[in-house]
């Protein structure tokens, strides 16, 4: 896959999480890499807001790049129009992928990138308003077969193009096999930052863990955290597990403790996975490490964990406090893409490919390369609602930069007035992030008294 320029091939991503930047980053370098093509130069770049992942976050979540800095949507798109890359990952939710897709449309690039988009996890919600902001990007990736299906169904429900499917998984499964170690015996409670919401369903949740340390005093006991109070993740951490720890009568068991870290090698030592519909579980099933899915909360939608019927791991915590230990369905397993088997070293062949043909394909000579980006949603099929969903972005309904954006972008700046500038930004960015994740849970809390 030759750059234009170059023996390496360009890309960008663009994320706006943590957990977004890890599977972006990793996305990209399995899909643009293989054993007969040039090597990749990766440029990251983190969406400004709510969710912009702390120096710690990426840190943990352990995926590099060659460059990596903050922008705001309107930067990006200059860096694109400025800049040639090969390719573009979209590391984002579905509205932010929309607006993006019509700001690159906008550009009118005579050699435009191939853009790539996909989901970071689980798809168990907003089925069709995420695939449907997702639509209009060269290849949507689908984690298993299984989404790939369900994708293109949606897809041909509207009369959308649905030849950008393509099936591949999840980029950051991997580790070794599953084997039992004598002596050791750890079971690890992987959190969720929103699942379940409530402070009662969560200190409801860690009650049971320390409950189950006590009843096993010879097994290590785990709770893996995503995020320190104060940090964001992908979706808002309104009752942090640390903070509900703090007041745990009688204190914490010596064989109970919270740890952080990344995931994969989490789970080197771990001997049960029990989540309430984590993606952890599906890299833990991908290791084929015991894996339990909570059903004390029952098996709903707005949980996730209908998503595992048929898997064979759900279970309820009086059932694991009784030596209860699920046995994954190997059939469920393969649909879902976790490839316990040893299939997954083939698991992106086909974006791969796919890729290869849209990277030639936009390298042909003159009259010819990458049709125009043609999203779904336009000005005609959704009038009241792609305005409205570009203008968040400070992008018009035609995807060009709104005037006030265009102004801030285009103004000189000289030294003097370019540090007032950031500094006064990062006091807002400051201030929005502390009025998100501290004040606005306060006033939801006492508006519930």
Same mark, same amino acid.
């Given at each position: ?172 499964? $991997? %580790?070794? @096999?599953? /084997? &039992? ?9 992987? #959190?969720?930052?929103?699942?379940? *919401? ?123 406090? $009784? %030596?209860? @230990?699920? /046995? &994954? ?9 976790? #490839?316990?088997?040893?299939?997954? *070293? ?104």
């Amino acid at each position: 896959m030759p750059s234009s320029t170059s023996g390496a091939v360009r890309v960008a991503v663009l994320a706006d999480s943590d957990t977004r930047w890890k599977w972006g980053a990793l996305t990209a370098r399995r899909i643009s890499t293989d054993s007969s093509h040039g090597s990749v130069e990766l440029s990251g770049f983190l969406l400004r807001g709510r969710a912009t992942p702390t120096a710690r976050q990426l840190d943990e979540v352990g995926a590099a790049a060659d460059a990596l800095r903050e922008v705001t949507g309107i930067g990006f798109l200059k860096e694109l129009r400025e800049g040639a890359y090969d390719v573009v990952v979209l590391a984002l939710v579905g509205g932010a992928v929309q607006a993006m897709l019509h700001g690159i449309a906008a550009l009118g690039l005579e050699k435009r990138p191939v853009v790539v988009t996909g989901y970071v996890g689980v798809v168990y919600e907003k089925l069709s308003d995420g695939l449907l902001l997702r639509h209009g990007a060269d290849i949507v990736l689908a984690n298993s077969r299984y989404d790939a299906q369900r994708f293109r169904g949606v897809y041909a429900g509207v009369g959308a193009d649905a030849s950008a499917v393509t099936e591949a998984a999840l980029p950051f499964l $991997g %580790g070794e @096999r599953y /084997r &039992a170690e004598e002596g050791r015996d750890t079971l690890v409670f992987a #959190a969720q930052p929103s699942v379940p *919401a409530t402070r009662a369903d969560r200190a409801y949740l860690l009650r049971r863990l320390v409950e189950h340390a006590r009843l096993h005093p010879g097994r290590e006991v785990l709770l893996k955290l995503r995020s320190k109070p104060g940090e964001h993740t992908t979706h808002v951490e309104e009752f942090p597990y640390q903070r509900l720890a703090e007041k745990t009568p009688g204190g914490l068991p010596p064989n109970f403790r919270l740890v952080y870290g990344n995931m994969g090698e989490v789970l080197d030592r771990t001997d049960l996975l029990v989540t309430v519909s984590s993606t952890a579980a599906l890299e833990a099933l991908h290791r084929s490490v015991p894996t339990a899915i909570l059903t004390d909360f029952g098996i709903r939608e707005p949980l996730g964990n209908h998503h595992f019927l048929g898997s064979g791991c759900l279970a309820s915590w009086d059932q694991l406090d $009784g %030596g209860g @230990r699920p /046995r &994954a369905d190997a059939v469920w397993a393969d649909r879902q893409g976790v #490839a316990a088997d040893g299939t997954y *070293a083939t698991a992106f062949d086909e974006a791969r490919a796919h890729l290869a043909k849209l990277l030639e394909t936009r390298s042909a000579g003159p009259g010819a390369g990458l049709p125009p980006l043609a999203p779904y949603y336009t000005a005609t099929t959704a009038p009241g609602y792609l305005p409205g969903l570009l203008a968040r972005y400070h992008l018009a309904a035609d995807g060009t930069a709104l005037a006030s954006s265009r102004t801030a972008r285009d103004e000189p700046a000289g030294g003097l007035r370019r540090v007032v500038r950031e500094a006064v930004r990062g006091a807002a960015r400051g201030a929005y992030r502390h009025g998100v994740q501290r004040v606005a849970p306060v006033i939801r809390r006492m508006g519930e008294l």
